[in-house]
């Protein structure tokens, strides 16, 4: 199947520049992108994986500067908000 896609100009020196970057033609990265995305599509994952992946990247130092309560004091971090007693 051939699939045409209109694109700003600026979206095709995005997809160029990224496909450069990884070594490939603008198609190429295009396909494999969309290929992804129909593989994420078709198979759904557990949030657990999803929150997984997420945080595999994260440093180490990151995660022991987070707050021991962030989960009981969450509106205390996100909003500011006095924190509860507990």
Not at 45 to 68: C, G, K, Q, T
């Amino acid at each position: 199947m051939t699939l045409n896609i209109d694109l700003a100009d600026d979206q095709v020196a995005a997809l160029t520049a990224k496909a450069q970057a990884q070594g490939v033609s603008a198609e190429q990265y295009a396909r494999r992108v969309l290929e992804q995305d129909i593989q994420t599509v078709s198979r759904r994952r557990h949030i657990s994986e999803v929150i997984r992946d997420n945080m595999r990247d994260v440093p180490p130092e990151d995660l022991a500067a987070l707050p021991s309560d962030g989960a009981s004091q969450h509106d205390h971090y996100i909003y500011g908000v006095p924190k509860r007693a507990q």
